[in-house]
DNA sequence: ACAGCCATGTAACTTGTTACATGATTTT
DNA sequence: AAAATCATGTAACAAGTTACATGGCTGT
């Protein structure tokens, strides 16, 4: 978020409410939950960061809005984010922690918790290819939702091996 | 990590050292980054929220320790956890706002970002391949990195997609 | 004497998130 | 007259993260 904002600040200096819409637009369906507020407190803690400053500009017959700027610091981050190559959390840990500690409590079968989650990410695989379905074949929005569904693809056939080895280990 | 100590005290009490453990070897390679202070934290938040009470032992020859035991609304607290089936983020959502961003500003040329990214991943990948040989077949240390393995091929796999995105929409 | 384990914590910061509040203009 | 769009923000909380501080016991 604070780094998606300065790159579009990068472009080109803009106020809050049009960076809502551009990355509502980028995000396409997922980005409908972006709290509108929420840009605005990024705004103001990016400001006193000293990563960006801010310029009110009086409109006629329209709101005052408040332009912001990326400062030399602001575009030092910004190049530092592209070429960063981390990649985020690379396994599904929280799943196994939730496995562990269903074995260990014996509150839940950790069969039926896997059993549980392939149902559910079953169903968002085809959510997703449904609405890949939607996209022209070449927008943005379907190479996302493809990216999507190849890694819950990955995701539920790890399930699986996780399903086969707890089998395993009981018997 | 909230969740984790519930589950984990909901076998047994135990106080933050212990738990500490317990995480670190349930976690395998990715539990050494574990801060110590991070427990504590977490555990006395916990307890502000009256999902866990505490009750100080005195020990011989040792340091007094910090005994933690679930309270009933922490216990249905794990229970809630262990049968909700959500999943953690779906899409690199990240990178292709990162891409968006490349694309938007000409800082950086997407085909490059994504290059560099891939180079990344598939160094992981060969970091969790060779993490996984050393494990044994049947530990749960080699399940979880299987699963990080598939996760990054599927990724990689979307890398490419993308790439050929981006090759034909500048031709 | 020194390392390393046992054991606990606090202060401070960052980021995400949401509920709420405000008010003007334009379109139906 | 109502609804949608333009436009901005605040207060407050949740959660992760880290640097730092404290102290005793154990083995070499």
Redesign the interface.
């Known amino acids: 978020m604070r ?2 904002i300065l ?2 600040l ?2 080109e200096p803009a106020h809050g409410y049009e960076l809502r819409q551009k ?1 509502v637009r ?2 396409g369906p ?1 980005g409908e939950a972006l709290n509108p507020g929420q840009i605005y407190v990024t705004l103001s803690r990016l400001q006193r960061a000293g990563l960006v400053e801010v310029e009110d500009v009086e409109q006629a017959g329209l709101p005052d809005k408040r332009v912001y700027t990326l400062t030399a610091s602001g575009r030092d981050r ?2 530092e ?3 960063d ?14 496995l ?3 074995s ?5 079968d950790p069969v039926s ?1 896997i059993d ?2 392939r ?3 079953l169903r ?1 695989l085809r959510e ?1 290819q449904n609405l890949a379905q939607g996209e022209s074949a ?1 927008s ?1 929005g379907r ?6 569904a ?6 539920i ?2 399930l699986e ?2 399903e086969q ?1 707890w089998i ?2 009981d018997s």
Chains 1, 2 share one sequence.
């Open positions: 780094e998606a790159a579009l990068s472009k990355l980028a995000l997922a910004v190049r984010w592209l070429s190559a981390s990649w985020s959390k690379v396994a599904p840990v929280d799943f196994h922690l939730k562990f500690a269903a260990q409590t014996g509150l839940a918790v549980g989650q149902l559910e990410l968002r997703v070449d943005e190479l996302l939702l493809e990216g999507a190849l890694r819950l693809q990955a995701d056939r790890w091996a996780c080895w395993e280990r």
